[in-house]
């Protein structure tokens, strides 16, 4: 298994309730591959594995045909849903509860800000939200993090930084 997908699975094991999945940014690669995450994957086996649901949100229609067929090749296409949008929007219009988030679509720290807080009345009280590339890069301390990391510590997550393959590193934001 990736090293990505190892620390979200681990993430995911701290909640053994969880049944729905958000995961921004969908798998874009046919096969697994040391350095991306095959999340779709991944995801969606745990949501099959715990009778719940993933919500794959993306915005390149190619990425979706790609994952699409990566999941119904497995006999995942039951556990998954998923939205050609914006990631904003689309949490902005999702009712919930959301039990696990994962942020890894745009490369830009404000826009997973905007994420972050369009999902967070939506979270359930033990939710975890997992953010790819939170290592420093582009002058920002936190990568994608950058604003979510402060903003999410004021409000009382508790943030770790994982390494999963050098030089990247997940934060993993446990909200109990
Ligand atoms: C790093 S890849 C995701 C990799 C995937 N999570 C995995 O583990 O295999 C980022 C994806 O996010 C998509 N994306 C970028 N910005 C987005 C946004 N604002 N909303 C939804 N998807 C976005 C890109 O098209 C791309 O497919």
């Known amino acids: 298994m990736n090293p990505k997908a190892e620390v979200l699975l681990a ?3 701290l909640r053994p309730g969880a049944r729905v999945f958000v995961e ?3 798998t874009r690669k046919a096969a697994e ?3 991306d995450g095959f999340s779709t994957i991944y995801l969606a086996q745990e949501a099959k594995a715990r009778h719940g649901l993933l919500h794959s949100v993306e915005l390149n229609p190619h990425n979706i045909r ?3 067929a990566a999941v119904t090749a497995r006999d995942l296409s039951n556990s998954v849903r998923f939205h050609k949008e914006r990631g904003t929007n689309w949490l902005k ?3 919930g509860p959301i039990d696990f988030l994962y942020l890894d679509g745009s490369d830009d720290a404000e826009t ?3 994420e972050f807080e369009a999902a967070e009345t939506k979270l359930s009280p033990d939710a975890i939200v997992c953010i790819d590339d939170c290592h420093a890069y582009s002058g920002r301390r936190f990568g994608k993090g950058d604003k979510v990391i402060p903003y999410a510590t004021k409000r009382g997550w508790t943030v ?3 390494r999963t ?3 990247w590193q997940m934060a993993i934001l446990i909200s109990l």
């Open 24 to 26: 921004i940014g969908c």
């Open 66 to 68: 790609v994952a699409r």
């Open 112 to 114: 997973n800000l905007d």
């Open 93 to 95: 219009e999702f009712a």
């Open 160 to 162: 770790r930084l994982v």
């Open 165 to 167: 393959l050098e030089p």
């Open 11 to 13: 993430a995911i094991a």
């Open 33 to 35: 591959t040391a350095d």
